[in-house]
């Protein structure tokens, strides 16, 4: 495996880009009521104010209301220090969601390539690592896709695996996340995966697999709030935390990493 340490938290960049109101209609799994768009907006500038707090330059997109889950930018694209990789997003409403987010990623890298023609693969089916990115197949993200991927990340000299995400996992990082330093926070169908074997883990508390979807962002740990114990799990395994409010996103299936596209910019790039 290639090693890039710090690779999977450490960050100089991030782009958001602010909810719409028609982010009620967004998709969901299980149907908790609607989010507000006034809500989510003042809980974004919360999330972009703490990407900043962590030390990082936040670009925010505008809104895009002709597209309702349009603030998950993590989904539509894939950045890494040398270039970024545009996606196919794996729900048919999203599908015009990368080309708007184009301009933005041709805006801040000298590369942007494209995921071939055939399969599609959603961001939130990828989970960064130092030593190797793993790509969750799901129904968003098709075995052609990832190995699409897979084969731009080998050309790029990262060591890439294709997993099979659990049963009942909408994405495979709803269910886990690097806090760094080779720890994983992940829920127990996942810990039992045996994906991370030889890793050391932090298992989410029962009740609380929402948390599982946390990003390590410089030195701190970006966690939603109202999941105690899974905070002080990451407190007690030496990681400093910061909460955020996500309570309308969750309405949408919304995590925290799907909020942001976080990468560190080459000197070439920046």
């Not at 015009?96 to 961001?123: K, N, W």
Request: hydrophobic share 40%.
């Amino acid at each position: 495996m290639s090693d890039f340490p710090g690779l999977s938290f450490r960050f100089t960049h991030a782009i958001t880009r602010t909810p719409s109101d028609s982010v009620a209609k967004g998709l969901r799994a299980v149907d908790t009521g609607n989010p507000d768009g006034a809500a989510f907006r003042s809980e974004h500038e919360a999330y972009v104010k703490s990407l900043q707090g962590a030390g990082i330059d936040v670009t925010v997109l505008p809104a895009l209301e002709a597209y309702p889950d349009s603030c998950f930018v993590e989904d539509p694209a894939f950045c890494l220090p040398q270039g970024a990789i545009v996606l196919r997003p794996g729900a048919k409403s999203r599908e015009g969601e990368a080309e708007e987010i184009r301009s933005a990623l041709e805006d801040t890298f000298d590369v942007v390539v494209d995921l071939p023609e055939g399969g599609y693969v959603d961001g939130g089916d990828i989970l960064t690592l130092d030593d190797e990115i793993l790509i969750g197949l799901s129904a968003r993200t098709d075995r052609q896709g990832a190995e699409h991927f897979q084969a731009i990340l080998t050309a790029w000299g990262y060591s890439a695996r294709v997993c099979e995400t659990p049963e009942g996992v909408l994405h495979f990082k709803t269910a886990c996340s690097t806090l760094g330093d080779g720890v994983i926070l992940a829920t127990q169908p996942m810990a039992d995966s045996g994906f991370f074997a030889g890793r050391k883990l932090v298992v989410v508390p029962d009740g609380e697999e929402y948390a599982a979807n946390v990003i390590r962002v410089n030195d701190v740990v970006l966690v939603p709030e109202g999941y105690p114990k899974t905070e002080a799990a990451i407190q007690a395994a030496g990681f400093k935390t910061v909460l955020v409010p996500t309570h309308e996103a969750r309405k949408v299936d919304g995590g925290l990493s799907c909020l942001s596209l976080r990468f560190a910019l080459d000197a070439s790039n920046s």
